[in-house]
């Protein structure tokens, strides 16, 4: 989207803005586990981070 765009639209642009910053982290996230050679969603990395010390103590 253009600058003017969210000159125009003033403070209803930040919610746009921000949603499209988010997928863009969320899309950098993505090829930086696939880097490491990780099939991780980002969404799933609160849920891997609160079991992964379970997972160490059970084995």
Do not use: H
């Not at 991780?40 to 010390?53: A, H, N, S, T």
């Amino acid at each position: 989207m253009q600058p003017e765009f969210f000159i125009k639209t003033g403070k209803m642009a930040l919610s746009s803005r921000l949603r499209m910053l988010t997928a863009k982290i969320i899309d950098d996230a993505i090829q930086l586990y696939q880097l490491y050679g990780n099939d991780l969603q980002p969404k799933w990395l609160p849920v891997f981070y609160v079991y992964l010390p379970m997972i160490k103590n059970y084995y």
